[in-house]
């Protein structure tokens, strides 16, 4: 097994520090000193290896998005979409939750999500658009829509209701169920013609 780099281990050190204070002492009030301190580094070195706090707060963001292999594993397996788009919504809410001040950063990013999910690392969007795909496969999500464009609404649906969530301190398992029901049914009834 190879020994991570001192870069490396430094980094984790700063996003460990920085997770710990965020989940403690929430985003804004926690200094880029704090976490340099936490991590038993100094400021410049933070700031050597990181831009900003909020670089570090994206950085995080991008280590739980990376966590999808579970998905993935019961995507291969061709579980079916319904079931496997609650699981993952439900990890992502009870994430949330736990980690309000990130949570609020993800959910309203300050750059506007595209249409393409981002090619250069994993994604929250990707693993949707991914399991949408699958729902096409297995007959269940409809096919005349791109599923880059329905992940975007599905997921602009949940960002809003999270934000709701934080803000009210809760969100129970059938909100999320109820989420995905409206969004994959609709809201209008079917036309006979």
Request: with cysteine.
């Amino acid at each position: 097994m190879a020994i991570p780099k001192r870069t490396d281990r430094s980094r984790i050190l700063i996003l460990d520090a920085a997770d710990a204070a965020f989940r403690e002492k929430g985003f804004a009030a926690t200094s880029v000193e704090e976490i340099a301190m936490r991590a038993g580094l100094t400021r410049k070195t933070v700031y050597n290896l990181f831009a900003s706090k909020d670089e570090i707060a994206s950085q995080l963001i991008a280590r739980v998005e990376a966590n999808d292999a579970p998905y993935r594993d019961r995507m291969e397996a061709g579980d079916d979409v319904f079931p496997l788009l609650e699981g993952v919504f439900l990890d992502s809410a009870r994430w949330c939750l736990a980690n309000p001040s990130l949570a609020r950063l993800a959910l309203a990013p300050a750059d506007r999500p595209s249409l393409e999910p981002p090619s250069d690392r994993p994604s929250f969007q990707r693993l949707v658009r991914d399991i949408l795909l699958l729902g096409q496969r297995q007959g269940f999500i409809r096919k005349d829509d791109d599923p880059n464009f329905m992940a975007l609404v599905l997921l602009g649906i949940y960002g809003q209701a999270m934000l709701s969530a934080l803000t009210r301190g809760q969100f129970t398992e059938g909100e999320i169920r109820h989420i995905i029901r409206i969004v994959v049914e609709g809201i209008g009834q079917r036309s006979s013609r």
